[in-house]
C-alpha cells in the first residue's frame, strides 16, 4: 500500500506542499510549488484527475477539501 502510494507522488516535478482529503473521504488531493493538482482515488490510489495552475489555498478552496 506504502509502496504504490509514494509511487503516485512521482508524478509532481517540484516539492510537495500539501495533501487533503476531500470532504466525501473519497479522495485525496495533493499540489506542489509547480501548481499542480493531483486528485487519487482513496481505495486504488490511482490518478482521476490532473490540473496545472493552482496553488495552496487556491486548491483547498476549490475543491472543497477538509485538511
Do not use: Q, W
Request: glycine letters at 8%.
Amino acid at each position: 500500500f506504502f509502496k504504490k502510494l509514494l509511487k503516485s507522488f512521482k508524478d509532481h516535478l517540484s516539492p510537495i506542499r500539501g495533501i487533503f482529503f476531500t470532504e466525501s473521504g473519497n479522495y485525496f488531493v495533493s499540489y506542489c510549488e509547480e501548481g499542480k493538482v493531483i486528485i487519487y482515488s482513496v481505495t486504488s490510489l490511482d490518478k482521476v484527475l490532473t490540473i496545472e495552475g493552482y496553488h495552496g489555498v487556491e486548491a483547498k478552496e476549490s475543491f472543497k477539501i477538509e485538511s
